[in-house]
């Protein structure tokens, strides 16, 4: 399976921009990036997917590298509640399943 | 629409006791999920289905049973509980298939069992 690379944590303070990296050099040119993020004491929901071109929606944007290689997450205004773990999750193509690794924890400072 | 619910919410089984989680979908999507989800921990997928009357084997199966009878339901069953067994249980659904694998699986609440 094509893995994804996240930091173990990060911390960012409220109403601030927060970038989360995620790296996937293994990804192949059919591979969906997909990111979920699981609130405390929730299930994941579902953030945002994209193939190659930038995305926007409106819970946060996803950057994708030229090469595809990597992803950045951008949430442009941090509030407390997205304090949550975020994984970064790549859907192979004709794949039934996704894989969650261990994801970022993101905590948002008042 | 309710989306996809669990039931029950909480249980506390003996060692040796046998459960069933219930978990409902009303988007008509042709796969669901079973996950669990130990503390600290991400999700590990247990079983799936990717149709009414199709079950397949995820990362950890085993000790657990999953029946799809219905497209709309996806049970999982612990015939025999061990405390290995203690976590949260998340059911999820997609239409994975319809949308070009675009996977956006939509989560129940989760089910916190407990194994004395």
């Known amino acids: 399976d094509a893995k994804t690379t996240q930091p173990n944590s990060m911390e960012s303070n409220e109403e601030e921009p927060v970038h989360l990296p995620c790296n996937h050099s293994t990804i192949s040119g059919t591979d969906y990036i997909h990111w979920y993020r699981q609130l405390p004491s929730q299930g994941p929901e579902y953030v945002i997917h994209g193939l190659t071109s930038n995305v926007n929606n409106r819970m946060a944007s996803l950057a994708i590298a030229e090469d595809r290689k990597s992803s950045t997450l951008i949430l442009h205004r941090a509030t407390l509640r997205d304090a949550a773990v975020y994984y970064c999750i790549l859907g192979i193509q004709g794949a039934q399943k996704l894989v969650f690794g261990q994801g970022t924890r993101l905590t948002i400072n008042p | 629409n309710a989306g996809v619910t669990q039931t029950p919410k909480f249980r506390v089984l003996k060692t040796g006791q046998s459960m069933t989680l219930l978990c409902a979908q009303d988007m008509n999507h042709e796969y669901m999920y079973w996950y669990r989800q130990d503390p600290g921990m991400g999700l590990r997928l247990i079983h799936y289905?990717?149709?009414?009357?199709?079950?397949a084997k995820g990362e950890v199966p085993d000790g657990y049973n999953v029946s799809r009878l219905k497209k709309q339901n996806f049970l999982l069953g612990l015939e025999s509980a061990a405390p290995s067994q203690t976590s949260v249980y998340f059911c999820?659904?997609?239409?994975?298939?319809?949308?070009?694998?675009?996977?956006?699986?939509?989560f129940g609440p989760g089910t916190r069992l407990t194994v004395t």
């Open positions: 999820a659904s997609s239409n994975a298939v319809l949308a070009n694998w675009v996977h956006e699986q939509y």
């Open positions: 289905s990717v149709g009414e009357g199709t079950t």
